[in-house]
């Protein structure tokens, strides 16, 4: 029984907390033991985020960061613009902000929604026509927010002429397809 005993000698010195030895070691543990934790919930949420993103509201994570990158655009260029014209910064038009993003979010769901339950129905000559719709819509909000952040920074004195390509290029596609 002794010699079982002695084969776990090795424990001692490594139980030994006056150790530095321990004591880094101990530490060090605890900063990975951290990383792993905010490692893991980062997976959850981006996990989740994705979930939600492709599989509730059919439409890819990178145009989800897309639109939430371009709102938050749209949102300090105005802050910058008003800034510019010393004009009050009022927190209902900052609330605005977050309410249309999920304005946006809410439509594209009930149009993804609509979308798989008439696939699942077998009725594609109204899901075909509702898929393009909704990838209309998505097109057309990033356009409406891009155009807004180039009004905001003609505001503050920067001229990037996006709105002038716009407009040309909708000029463009009207008349190839006989709008006027």
């Not at 990383?35 to 893991?40: A, F, H, L, M, P």
């Not at 989740?48 to 994570?61: E, K, N, P, Q």
């Not at 960061?65 to 910058?80: C, E, K, R, S, Y």
């Not at 390509?165 to 009207?174: A, D, G, N, Y």
């Amino acid at each position: 029984m002794k010699d079982i005993f002695e084969q776990l000698i090795f424990l001692k010195p490594m139980l030994d907390i006056n150790s530095p030895k321990v004591q880094d070691t101990g530490g060090w543990s605890l900063f990975l033991t951290f990383c792993s934790i905010v490692t893991g919930a980062v997976n959850i949420v981006t996990g989740t985020f994705t979930f939600i993103s492709g599989t509730v509201m059919g439409i890819s994570v990178y145009f989800a960061i897309t639109l939430f990158v371009i709102m938050v655009a749209d949102l300090i260029t105005g802050l910058m613009a008003s800034s510019k014209e010393h004009k009050p910064k009022e927190s209902k038009k900052g609330l605005r902000w977050a309410v249309k993003f999920f304005i946006y979010v809410a439509g594209i769901y009930i149009l993804n929604g609509l979308c798989v339950e008439a696939a699942l129905t077998g009725l594609d000559e109204i899901a075909v026509p509702m898929q393009i719709i909704k990838f209309y819509l998505l097109f057309h909000i990033c356009i409406w927010e891009t155009l807004s952040i180039d009004e905001n920074l003609v505001r503050c004195g920067i001229n990037l002429n996006i709105t002038k390509f716009v407009r040309e290029v909708s000029s463009i596609f009207k008349s190839k397809i006989g709008v006027k």
